[in-house]
């Protein structure tokens, strides 16, 4: 199974007021590990980029003046995704500004280049419902590294969001190039020998703003519940 972990930075937005593409990142999975078959590209995006935007991602109009056109890598692009499912977090974002650029160029949409496109933003939403799922946020709940993301780039992103993926479509998700063969081995050994002098697991606590949306989801059940409950029973609280 082939899967192309995606994330881009543009000169801002909404797609629909001119804003194009400045960087595509994007790293491979084949059998949900890591290739290191990855694809970066700056752009030059033939207009200037928002101040707001420079402040997310600093990418200046200077640095991006010598950059591709994205005519100019189009094709290559395309050849790296073919056929591929991709992963994006909050991917209408993304798949909007790729599809304004094929367009541009008479190119089909996206999805008729690649086999399918999973918003991992939606998996996260199914997951943590009434928590937030932000990138930085999934990185602390799955304790994630993101350290080094001191601004947004697409292809450190797009190598985050990998972790972030296989952690929250659970199972194995070691990132390893070990052989498949012998990591199955050894985790089938390892099984039935965990020492009884183990340290003691850790418990992850919910954080402030996880505690805070819970309290919120809990009230509003008990208002529904209020407004539809028969008269004379009791409520979910009692």
Known sequence: MRQIVLDTETTGMPVEEGHRLIEIG???????????????????PERAVDAGAFAVHGLSNDFLESKPRFNEVADEFLEYVRGAELVIHNAAFDVGFLDAELKRLGYPPLTEHVDRVTDSLAIAREKHPGQRNSLDALCRRYQIDNSDRTLHGALLD????????????GGQWDLSFDNPAETATAGQAALGTIPVDRPRLRVLGADDGERTAHEAW???LRKVDEAFRWPGTSSISD
Do not use: F, G, K, P
């Open 26 to 44: 994007a790293v491979e999975l084949v059998d949900r590990r890591l290739t290191h078959n990855n694809y970066h590209q700056y752009l030059n």
């Open 218 to 220: 809990v009230e509003r």
């Open 158 to 169: 797009s190598e985050i969001l990998a972790d972030v993926y296989l952690a929250l479509t």
